[in-house]
């Protein structure tokens, strides 16, 4: 076992490389180009760029270590079997999940707007779970991925920190995992939501995880 010490909030974690995961949630470009869902939903889409260039500095270190890495895409079956109508009818008419866009349909599996961007992009051997909420373990093999792995700590980024990012800290801290939010590597449409997201994580000793940020994960990788 290849162990590391991670800076972070409130105190330092102490992990092991093969017992870690990197989960990137939903760096799609329905998120974080103009022209998807992000979009549609009134967001001003640019707000999420800077986390681009943290998340490829982790995304390089976790690659040379040799560390698992799960990418994670909020999507749904074409036929929208699996979107509920509660979440669909949400968004207006003419721009709702599965309607038609400059990037395919809405957050439709398959289509070039529910794919994560370029530079980003899975290689293989890392694995992709297509989520259809906002957590990542609901409704996903994510759970029997990790057991399978011996995972024991989640260093978790991507988009949005309060809405996909949290969901999944707060799922995957329910389940027993240590997760870390990378915080520079989390983007937010609403930045002081990103601020007080990253808080709440940490806050009261951490109750539902710690915070970091993308230095300290390549320099505890180094
Ligand atoms: N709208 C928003 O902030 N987020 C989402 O709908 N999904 C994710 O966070 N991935």
């Known amino acids: 076992m290849t162990k590391f010490l991670l800076e972070a909030e409130p105190g ?3 992990a092991e490389v093969e017992r870690t995961a990197l989960v990137i949630i939903d760096m799609q470009r329905d998120f974080l180009e103009p022209g998807g869902f992000g979009e549609t939903l009134g967001n001003d889409v640019s707000l999420l760029a800077k986390a681009i260039p943290p998340a490829k500095a982790i995304l390089d270190a976790a690659r040379k270590a040799g560390m698992l890495v ?3 895409r909020e999507g749904h ?3 929208l079997s699996d979107a509920p109508p509660a979440k669909v009818n949400r968004g207006s008419p003419t721009h709702r999940i599965g309607a038609p866009g400059p990037m395919g349909r809405i957050l439709i599996r398959g289509e070039p707007g529910q794919d ?3 530079e980003l992009y899975p290689i293989a051997g890392e694995v992709v779970i297509d989520k259809p909420g906002k957590g990542a373990f609901f409704a996903t093999d994510l759970g029997l991925v990790l057991a399978n792995r011996g995972i024991d700590t989640l260093l978790v980024c991507g988009v ?3 809405v996909c990012v949290h969901t999944t800290i707060r799922e995957g801290n329910d389940r ?3 997760c870390v ?3 520079d590597a989390c983007g937010s449409y609403f930045p002081e939501f990103h ?3 990253l808080r709440m994580v940490k806050a009261q000793g951490g109750i539902f995880g710690w915070v970091s940020d993308a230095a300290k994960v390549v320099s505890a990788l180094g």
């Open 12 to 14: 330092a974690i102490g």
């Open 70 to 72: 799960i990418h994670t």
């Open 77 to 79: 079956r074409p036929d």
């Open 116 to 118: 994560i961007i370029p």
């Open 160 to 162: 949005t920190t309060e």
């Open 176 to 178: 027993g995992y240590r």
């Open 181 to 183: 939010a990378i915080g």
């Open 195 to 197: 601020e007080v997201a």
